[in-house]
């Protein structure tokens, strides 16, 4: 009978782990160039990695479980979450995997509790980095008639960037404010704040901004150009206050439900 030593175990399961990683790097390495009409396509082989990652991830946290140097158990925790960040929205990209041909599902959404549900999923991220991420609910129902999937999509993308752009120990605000006709979403950081060239070019698909994310996130440039055709097509406004040094908020106005609009008129 081989008996390993602890040591060697984890020798063991670092190689197993390296091993997974290098085929799905590998894989990666085939994909076609890309094309809108493929991202469910890529979106189901990220699904794939994911899952790859996390487990490899789970393996190294258990096995090193009793490992002394606390940087090692951070870096892991950070594996974690980021996995889970991103097994959350590849969904959304197989789902909707072109802004410009979904077909929208307009109903009651009650968007506070949609923010709210979004705030609570991105606070790990942002624990991550120290940031304090508060969320200020309206003081009166906040229905929009609107598609639940895109303002969640386009939600997805305001909080990453909110917290990807922001130094650590920082804060991020999150409000939503009534008007007769619409509600506003907002999300505001204190991050580097744009340049008049980047606001220029602040929705369009693929550019990179002069901003760069605080800790080495990955940056696509298309989640923004994305958020704004998905609000465009709710019949809402996209858009953003900003200046250099000065962090960035960033509003979204969407339609409200009518029956939240009669009730509104009806207290006025």
Known sequence: MVVT??????????????EELNKA???????????????????????????????????LQLTLKDYPNKEVHLWLNGMRRVCDLMTHLTPKLIDVHSSEEYELKFEKVNLALLVERACNFYRRAAEAKLINLTFEAPGEGAFAWTDRVAVAATLDNLLSNAIKFSEPGSKVWVTIKTEPEHLLCGVRDEGPGL??????????????????????????????????????????????????????????????????LSLFNARS
């Open 195 to 260: 340049s008049k060239d980047d606001r220029d070019k602040l929705f369009q698909k693929g550019v990179r901004l002069s901003a760069q994310p605080t800790m080495g996130e990955p940056s696509s440039g298309y989640g923004l150009a994305v958020a704004k055709t998905l609000v465009d097509k709710l019949g809402g406004e996209i858009w953003c206050d900003s200046e250099l040094g000065r962090g960035s908020s960033f509003w979204v106005k969407l339609p409200r439900c009518q029956e939240s």
């Open 25 to 59: 790097l590998s894989s990666i390495e085939q994909l076609p160039p890309f094309d809108p009409q493929n991202t469910a396509f890529v979106a189901h082989l990220l699904n794939n990695h994911l899952t790859v990652l996390s487990g490899v991830a789970e393996l």
């Open 5 to 18: 030593t602890p040591k060697e175990e984890t020798i063991s399961s670092i190689v197993k782990a390296k």
